[in-house]
């Protein structure tokens, strides 16, 4: 990976959700690679593998919180960024409580996701 260019994980079961965001991250800048499930995530990136995280919540498999939890407990210093299409309430809190960075329910506000990748990356 060059000097110039971050690594942005993203992990949604929502191939639109992928394609989006890693469309509109790859015009930043950022080295995007997307991933259908957790467990994918986990097979294919190590803890120690540097990158900024993009997670969605509910997923089938293994779900946002446990993989979240799962990072954590492995050591991982990774920011993540929650998001979820779930409009009940609680779920920021939950997250950043966690110690996920940020929080974003879909539709995301583009230039409000870059603002806080820049931020906390």
Do not use: C
């Not at 949604?12 to 989006?20: E, F, H, I, L, T």
Request: glycine residues 10%.
């Amino acid at each position: 990976m060059s000097a110039d260019k971050r690594q942005i994980y993203i992990v949604d079961d929502d191939a639109s959700v992928r394609r989006a965001l890693g469309i509109l991250l790859g015009t930043y800048g950022f080295l995007v690679k997307a991933f259908s499930s957790a467990e994918e995530f986990f097979s294919r990136v190590s803890t120690g593998d540097p990158g900024f995280l993009i997670l969605d919540i509910h997923m089938p498999g293994l779900n946002g919180w446990t993989m979240l939890q799962r990072l954590y407990t492995s050591g991982s210093l990774r920011p993540v960024i929650v998001i979820t299409a779930d409009k009940n309430g609680g779920l920021r809190e939950r997250a950043l409580k966690i110690g996920a960075v940020g929080f974003f329910q879909k539709p995301i506000n583009d230039l409000e996701l870059v603002d806080l990748i820049n931020k906390a990356y």
